[in-house]
């Protein structure tokens, strides 16, 4: 039976893309792993995958970015938003990279799929060397 892997940020827009793959990938009789956030626990059972979640540490809630960002009630416009990109999706790649390298290598995935806001994925697939990868890794091309 081949193993998947999606791994998505916990923000609803990017779980839902990646539930709709697992639900399909499921109904086709795959074995699917999904990393992400606690909050959408019982979201990715009821698409008939595993859940594996983040750390607590790049976990967060999408409802409540406060208590995740503490201080961004101090920028306003553009600064905002950088501010919040910076911590929602640059901030976490080295605690997503870890989640993920200790799911593939606990479950030996066939292939890995990542959403394109999961930037934990960049440096392990550059960092692995091809005989240590999933046959395939999905967020990246094969060289």
């Known amino acids: ?7 998505a940020p916990p923000i609803y827009g990017h779980v839902s893309s990646v539930l709709g793959v697992a639900r399909g990938l499921v109904a086709r009789g795959f074995t699917v792993d999904v990393l992400t956030g606690a909050k959408y626990r019982d979201a990715v059972a009821s698409a008939g995958a595993r859940f594996l979640p983040l ?9 409540d970015l406060d208590a995740f960002l503490p201080g961004r009630d101090a920028y ?26 200790q799911a ?14 999961f930037g934990g994925a960049v440096p392990l697939a550059l960092t692995r060397p091809r005989g ?9 091309p094969c060289r």
């Open 76 to 101: 306003e416009g553009l600064a905002a938003m950088r501010q919040d990109m910076i911590g929602i999706f640059a901030k976490v790649i080295p605690g997503q990279a870890a989640a993920l390298a």
């Open 104 to 117: 593939v290598d606990a479950l030996r995935p066939d292939v890995v799929i990542t959403e394109i806001g």
């Open 132 to 140: 240590e990868r999933p046959r395939c890794w999905a967020c990246r």
């Open 1 to 7: 039976m081949t193993r998947v892997l999606l791994a």
């Open 55 to 63: 750390p607590a540490e790049v976990d967060f809630d999408d409802a």
